[in-house]
């Protein structure tokens, strides 16, 4: 299964292209379900909720 991941706030784990490579791999070889390691995050302040996390998962989960 391709799968590709997205973190929070993390300049120097966030690779922006990595869905998009995962998506575009499942593309190329007829694969329906695309996995993600998703809005991970390294140092939580536990401020986060699904609102604060939307645009994040926009951008990372284009809509095919």
């Known amino acids: 299964m391709p799968m590709g991941e997205f973190w929070v706030n993390s300049p120097t784990h966030d690779k922006p292209n990595d869905m998009l490579d995962a998506i575009s791999g ?4 007829g694969k329906n379900i695309v996995g993600a390691e998703a809005f991970t995050i390294l140092r939580s302040n536990w401020g986060e909720h699904p609102g604060s996390l939307k645009a994040i998962g926009d951008r990372a989960l284009p809509q095919a």
């Open 26 to 29: 499942a593309h190329i070889y």
